[in-house]
Structures are given as C-alpha cells and as structure tokens.
T-cell receptor, first 114, second 112 residues
C-alpha cells in the first residue's frame, strides 16, 4: 500500500533560520507527492506537488521540496523561516491503486521561534 | 468569493440526533471529498465523488451518507450521532481525482 511517514511530531526553528520538515514515502511505481499546510482553525492549503521532472519543486509562500528517489524522501524546506510559517504541515501521496485517493501523513507541527 | 464553503461552521448536538453538513464549490471542479480530522489532527478520507458519482467509500459506518445533487455540491448526512463522531469534517474539491485539492474551512461537530 502507498504511504507517507512524517517522523517528527514537532519541529522548532528560530526565525530567520532554514527549516526542514521531513517526509518519507513508500509507493509502488512513480510517486505523486504533495505538501499541505494547515493554520489554526482553517482547512488545509495546497503548497506544492511532485509528479515528475526536476527534483526540486517550488511552491507557495517561499517553500520548496526536494524529491530524493534513493532515500525515498520528499522533505519540505524554506531558506529563512518566518514566525507566520508556524502551522501544521502534512505530506501526502496519491494511491493510484486505490481510486487515486490521497493518503495524508500524520502531520508535523512547525514552531518558528521569534 | 469563497471557493469551497461549508455550513454550518460549528455544530453541537446530542447523541442519537441526525444532522447534515453542506458543502459547495464554485471552482468548477469535477471531484469532491469528505474528510474527517480527529482530535489528534489525523486526516482520513471518508468519501469521494466525481461528477456526482461515488468513487471512494472508505470503511465508515453506514450512518454516514453522502449526497451529491450536482457536481458543485456534496452534502454529508449523519444518522444516530455518537460521541465518537465528534471531529472536524472537511470538504474538499479537485480538478480531477488524485490531483491537488482545495479544502473548505471545516465544520466542527461536537456530540454531547
């Protein structure tokens, strides 16, 4: 079965420092991966996706993600964190063997410290 | 101009009652979804419709019944509500199955 894992429940980063939120995947075939962000009391917002092509994917709000096939990872990154980046981040994968449903990781809470 | 809207935003009700949550999208998307987010923020798909046709029906109790009168609307009806149904329910839509999704603001259901 297709799945993603987010190994960290919480990540703390000082404002201005680079941030990384980790995601690893387990898929059969080519992966179709996503990152979403959820601010308090809001719905999820799409940040970026990887289908094929360049391993570095750029998304909204200055975020990018690096696809690494050998390490089966799709880590979310940002060069300089803002306090406003504090939120819950979800990695997700499309399960093409089960009606293309999207399977979400358990989420990683990102705290940016001023 | 809200892309995906849900009503109500909050719903407090007693065990055993029947309630509905409505969802509408004005993005022209073909696919709509219902998700349940529990108190630990774990997000799980419940249903998915593509052009009014049910394509994903996860193992949820049959007290939950989705209805899609047209491709812009996907409503969720819940019978005989139980304490464990308390959660935030999100509606979402996407241009097609398996692509990026646009989420609604959520409906917080509290069953007492």
């Amino acid at each position: 079965a297709q799945s993603v894992a987010q190994p960290e429940d919480q990540v703390n980063v000082a404002e201005g420092n680079p941030l990384t939120v980790k995601c690893t995947y387990s898929v059969s075939g080519n992966p179709y991966l996503f990152w979403y962000v959820q601010y308090p009391n809001r719905g999820l917002q799409f940040l970026l996706k990887y289908i094929t092509g360049d391993n570095l994917v750029k998304g909204s709000y200055g975020f990018e993600a690096e696809f690494n096939k050998s390490q089966t990872s799709f880590h979310l990154k940002k060069p300089s964190a803002l306090v406003s980046d504090s939120a819950l981040y979800f990695c997700a994968v499309r399960d093409m063997y089960r009606d293309d449903k999207i399977i979400f990781g358990k989420g990683t809470r990102l705290h940016i410290l001023p | 101009d809200t892309a995906v809207s849900q009503t109500p935003k909050y719903l407090v009700t007693q065990m055993g009652n029947d309630k509905s949550i409505k969802c509408e999208q004005n993005l022209g998307h073909d696919t709509m979804y219902w998700y349940k987010q529990d108190s630990k923020k774990f997000l799980k798909i419940m249903f998915s419709y593509n052009n009014k046709e049910l394509i994903i029906n996860e193992t949820v109790p049959n007290r939950f019944s989705p209805k899609s009168p047209d491709k812009a609307h996907l409503n969720l009806h819940i019978n005989s509500l139980e304490l464990g149904d308390s959660a935030v329910y999100f509606c979402a839509s996407s241009p097609d199955a398996g692509t990026w999704q646009y989420f609604g603001p959520g409906t917080r259901l509290t069953v007492t």
